[in-house]
Every structure is written in C-alpha cells, then in structure tokens.
C-alpha cells in the first residue's frame, strides 16, 4: 500500500487534465500504482488512447522522489516493486487484446457484400497475418515504444491469428523493456532538477523519443524494398 503521497502542481488545462499524468497520479491518491497499472492494462488490452509512456515515467521520478513508497522500504525495493506491477499490467493487458482480436475477428470480418463488406473485408486478415509472418517478432517488441501503435498492435495479432506462443513470447519481452526501461528511467532522470521543473517538455520529449526505433524499422525496411527491387532489375537475386 502506497503510504505517502506528495501533491505536485498541476499546469494543463481542465479539458487535458485526464491526458496528464501528474494529475491522474495525484487524483488516484494512495490507491496510484494500482490505478496506474489498470491504466497501462486499458491502454495495452482495452485499446483506450491514454498516456502510457509518460505514466511509466512520472511514476518512476515520484518513487525517486518518495512521493510513492511502502512503508520503510527503500527506494530501489519500491522501484522493483513498482516495474513488477506495471509490467505485469503491461503483458496482462496484451494478452487481453489478443484475445479480443481471436474473439471479434470472425463476426466482424466474415464475408458480406456492400459498403460494410468492403470495410471488413476478410482479405485484411490474410494481410494481417502475412504482415505479422514477416515483421510480427519485431512489430511487438517495437509497437510497445509507440503511442497509438501500442494500442491497437495486440488486437491485430488475435485477429490475425498469430501464434499464441510466438505473441505471448515477444509481448512480454516488448512488456519488460517498455513498462520496466520507461520507468527505470524516470526514478532515474526525473530528480534532475531541469527535468523535474520542466516535466511536460520532458514528458513531450519521451514521446518524441519513443518514435525513433519505429522510424529506424521504417527507414531499413524502406532501404531492404529498395535493394531487392535493384537486384531484381538487375537480374540477380532478393536479399534475405
């Protein structure tokens, strides 16, 4: 049980106050690992639009800063503590999303003519699942590190059928780097005074920041497309 909680000020507009995590935090009070942690559930399962890199790491700076702690335990055993949680909440939540995919996949994408055919059409299946034969190991590791992406990534697997097993494997591998390395972060960063006094250009930063491996996979896979289509005019062979 979170014991002490210290109120920090609060500068977003009222309308963007549920996008800010200083405040959820302090709204949640005592109770703000555990509803932090139903947040990255919804956020990575129940495919709700919420701010869950920025979470990660405002709560990483407020156990630095003692603003969240069990009893007498130490920071670092808090921190643990605390990325256990959250991570779990994390792998939970995609489990969750898969099967929801596994679920409303087949009603939602059965064969059917007109307007809603077209929208549903089954053929999105089959290029989900040959998208996720391709890139899936990867797509989940770095789907984690993307906001919006992140959301919607583990219904695709259900509803693309990927192996349960392969899913589950990288998931949690994608649960542990992002829920853990986000938060570890923030216990770490968040007491420098420049980060501390100027958290939402922090929080901006983070977001801009977890962009970049999708970016690196988008640029690579762009440069592997452009070789094979060269060694193809060429007449040779497409490179692996």
Known sequence: MIDTFTQL????????DWLDPEFLINSLGNWALWGVAFII?????????????SLLFTVGMFVALGSISFGTLASGWVLAITCLVLTAAAI?????????GVLIGPPIFK??????????????????????EKYGNRALILARFVPFVRTFVTLIAGIGRMSFSRFISFSAIGGILWATGVTVLGFFLGTIPIIHENIELALVLIVA?????????YLLAKRRNAAARNAKEAGGTSPE
């Not at 609060?10 to 963007?16: E, I």
């Not at 007109?114 to 996720?132: A, C, I, L, Q, S």
């Open 41 to 53: 559930f919804a956020e990575c399962g129940l495919f709700s639009i919420l701010p869950g890199d």
């Open 9 to 16: 000020p609060l500068t977003v507009p009222l309308f963007l």
């Open 92 to 100: 939970l939540g995609n489990i969750s999303g898969y099967w929801i």
């Open 111 to 132: 064969p059917r003519t007109g307007f809603w055919g077209k929208v549903f059409n089954p053929r999105y299946v089959d290029m989900t699942h040959e998208f996720f």
């Open 209 to 217: 920041i977890s962009l970049v491996p999708m970016v690196v996979e």
